[in-house]
């Protein structure tokens, strides 16, 4: 059995299209007149603020003149693309970084939110492509799939069932909002991959703590509809107790960190980076509210990215690491919250870690 495991390499990939603000501004003009009306609003507005959400409230208020609530840019599949074209992109360029070729891939673990097929995650059809006859699986966690995927891999190295790993995460959001719904301009697309392998003793992935969301089930439902041409879709709308982000993102994050803290036998102020999912443009400014740390510990990239969900433990890991928040030997904390699933974070000590190639600025892609 190994002692420990670590994430030795890490990519992301994103698809072709970035889509801004003008976009709803030119083709919606009626939504963007009603703009406070409409859901995104409704979700994120501060009324009615408590001293259990005063946090996430104080944070957010710098955004509520925003119709767009700090949302600047978004990545979404173009024609012809799809969610496996986008993580074969991540996974070669994790391949390359690593120096190894796809045949010295043990196992891959995959968390694909929205893939291509109906029911069935991207798992095999990622094999398929990348013509790779590892054993290849998929592991459904919702927004916050890319935690219980590297935990599940580090747990499989330590055992010593498999010596590398590779966790490919993705989101797809562009495929289950309605463009006409507000909602669907804090979500975009993307995907991410990493390399995990045995590490020494004490560095590595340390400790992860995760608490059940099962009490979100209705924030966020997805439905199956008919679209306009009578063809079935599935849609990602808001549901009776859409505030309730701002109620237990506090109570979830301090669980979490307090937890793998105890686990880890670390204090936060041990920790060099605080690394949050950041669904929302203030998400890392609420978490160094809530924990009492300097913002210059975190970091974020929905000015970029928007809400990726899985992805944006990858995206925001990955660009820590190219911004030097995070080098060799930096004790990292990773916290995220997903809807119909869990809140989990995660200590990990940062080793060797080989990037991949930064992935295109928005100026090189298709703008919608």
């Known amino acids: 059995m190994q002692s420990s495991a670590s994430i030795t390499a890490l990519s992301v990939s994103f698809p072709s299209v970035v889509r801004t603000n003008d976009y709803w501004r030119r083709k919606y003009p009626e939504v963007m007149a009603k703009a406070d009306e409409k859901t995104l609003a409704r979700v994120f507005s501060a009324t009615n603020s408590t001293a259990a959400t005063s946090h996430f409230d104080d944070a957010m208020m710098p955004y509520v003149s925003d119709p767009f609530r700090g949302t600047v840019e978004r990545r979404y ?83 010593g069932e498999y010596r590398r790993v590779l966790v490919v995460v993705a989101c797809m959001y562009s495929r289950i909002v309605d463009e006409k719904d507000s909602l669907s301009w804090f979500m975009g697309d993307g995907s991410g991959a990493f390399i995990v392998e045995p590490a020494d003793e004490g560095t590595g992935i340390l400790a992860t703590k995760l608490v059940s969301t099962a009490d979100t089930c209705d924030v966020f439902p997805v439905d199956l509809i008919k679209d306009e041409r009578g063809e079935p879709r599935m849609w990602l709308h808001v549901g009776p107790r859409a505030a309730q982000p701002r109620e237990t993102s506090g109570p979830l994050l301090h669980d979490c960190v307090d937890g793998v803290l105890a686990k880890a036998g670390l204090h936060k102020d041990d920790i060099k980076c605080f690394v949050f999912n950041t669904p929302v443009a203030w998400f890392h400014d609420f978490g160094a509210r809530a924990l009492g740390v300097d913002p210059e510990r975190t970091l974020t990239t929905y000015p970029s990215y928007a809400n990726i969900g899985p992805a944006l433990l990858a995206a925001n890991l990955y660009h820590a690491a190219r911004a030097g928040k995070i080098k060799k030997g930096d004790l990292v904390l990773c916290f995220g919250i997903g809807f119909t699933s869990h809140a989990a974070a995660m200590i990990m000590r940062w080793g060797d870690v080989a990037l991949g190639p930064l992935p295109p600025a928005s100026s090189e892609l298709v703008r919608d």
């Open 77 to 159: 599949l173009g024609p012809g693309e799809s969610s496996v074209g986008v993580e074969v992109k991540a996974v070669k360029d994790v391949l390359a970084a690593r120096g190894i070729s796809k045949d010295e891939i043990d196992a891959m673990i995959v968390t694909s939110f929205v893939p291509d097929t109906v029911i069935l995650g991207d798992a095999a059809h990622l094999a398929k492509a990348m013509d790779m006859r590892c054993p290849a699986w998929n592991l459904e966690a919702a927004c916050t799939g890319g935690v219980p995927a590297l935990q599940s891999a580090a747990a499989l190295v330590r055992a």
